[in-house]
């Protein structure tokens, strides 16, 4: 017996030994892992939207040497009683509204500040819907009806063969994509696992093989999707999307603060919601697309590209909520009234007709609840409105 002690004892001093030696080996990951499983709890989240760089790998989007373009302050905009609720209702960190290109309202809330880099989400889309239309002008990529696979060959064979850069800026690839944010099974809550254990997100869109419908014929919402279009411009410049998104469209604009994007293991730009800028940048990019693409003196995105792209293109269901090549176009909209969204409250909402650009960032658990799209829509035509009336 006491030999027997002595074996097991030993036997546990070296499991403790090698889970310790595993977990120092590991400890990047683990946090990573572990970051991701409390990435929205309610006493955590509004801290992570605005430092995420402090729980994921990520790189930077060099803004430039230039001066920042100035954003100037106009007539101060009071709010309503009705927005004052929305912001506590909605868990609202930061609101921004530009009226003919100046401030008229910018506040924080939630202990939140000004200088935070706050997490795009879904609103990093349409950042690079604008690159891919400049690459297009410029005629890096020839044809938005090539086959994605001509310029992501890793992808033949997978269930993107025969999409087009059309259909997948459409969200309308026909590939099967579970976007269940609440399932912690989900091909989205998987892919979170792959970037915070330091996988490779090429990898994991490779490993995708079935479809629920032929190309182009029907509308679903499929984020990875976004991720094919980075492959195609990787695989048709030989650059990184930081690098070019930098050259194209940061540096020209002038922000304030340097954005950074969420990296996978290898590096590569976590594009369909990494992105990380400030309220007021994400305000000036509202406002260049109010200007037809133009901006701090510049034309940046080709006009006929932000017309295109903002134009409800997508074969979405009959009444439903528009979309464009990854943007978003409300419901019975008017000419020049479109918006970029992100889960838990991300919105850039532009209304060229009136002037006006509201970007705001939230912290809202709820998002998903019945009728909440609709009442963030409600509220900033509602602002829009008000705006025009004064």
């Not at 030993?10 to 990047?28: E, I, M, Q, T």
Request: aromatic share 10%; hydrophobic share 45%; glycine share 10%.
């Amino acid at each position: 017996m006491r030999i027997f002690g002595k074996w097991l004892g030993r036997l546990l001093l070296a499991l403790v030994l090698a889970a310790v030696v595993v977990g120092v080996w590991k400890r990047d990951e683990i946090t990573r892992l572990l970051a991701v499983n409390s990435l929205f709890l309610e006493d955590k989240i509004v801290f992570n939207f605005s430092h995420m760089d402090q729980a994921f790998l990520s790189t930077p989007v060099p803004r430039g040497n230039g001066p920042t373009a100035e954003l100037a302050y106009g007539p101060e905009f009071t709010l309503p009683t009705l927005v004052d609720e929305w912001i506590a209702a909605r868990d609202v960190t930061a609101l921004v509204i530009l009226k003919d290109g100046e401030i008229v309202y910018e506040n924080y809330f939630k202990g939140t500040e000004a200088e935070d880099r706050r997490i795009s989400w879904s609103v990093a889309k349409s950042y690079l819907s604008a690159l891919l239309g400049i690459l297009l002008d410029e005629g890096r990529i020839a044809s938005l009806d090539d086959q994605v696979t001509q310029y992501a060959p890793s992808l033949i064979g997978t269930a993107y063969e025969g999409a087009t850069i059309r259909n997948v800026l459409n969200m309308a690839s026909g590939v099967t994509f579970d976007e269940d944010y609440l399932d912690k099974n989900s091909d989205i809550n998987r892919m979170g696992r792959v970037i915070a254990l330091g996988g490779e997100l090429d990898e994991f869109t490779a490993s995708l093989k079935e479809t629920f419908a032929e190309p182009g014929t029907q509308w679903q919402y499929v984020s990875i999707d976004t991720h094919v279009i980075s492959m195609v411009i990787r695989g048709a410049t030989g650059r990184s999307i930081p690098d070019l998104l930098s050259e194209k469209v940061v540096a020209p604009m002038g922000l304030e603060h340097e954005p950074y994007y969420l990296t996978d293991g290898s590096g590569v730009a976590f594009v369909l919601g990494g992105l990380n800028l400030t309220t007021r940048d994400y305000a000036r990019m509202g406002q260049m697309f109010l200007q037809n693409g133009r901006y701090n003196g510049k034309q940046i995105v080709p006009a006929d590209w932000v017309a295109a792209s903002t134009a409800a293109s997508a074969p979405t269901a009959p009444g439903a909520i528009g979309y464009g090549y990854q943007w978003w176009i409300p419901q019975g909209a008017d000419a020049g009234e479109f918006m970029a969204r992100g889960v838990y409250g991300q919105y850039i909402y532009i209304d060229r007709a009136a002037g006006v650009v509201i970007a705001t960032n939230s912290a809202d658990r709820k998002f998903r609840d019945a009728g909440v799209s609709e009442q963030n829509i409600e509220t900033f035509r509602l602002i829009r409105t008000i705006l025009g009336e004064t």
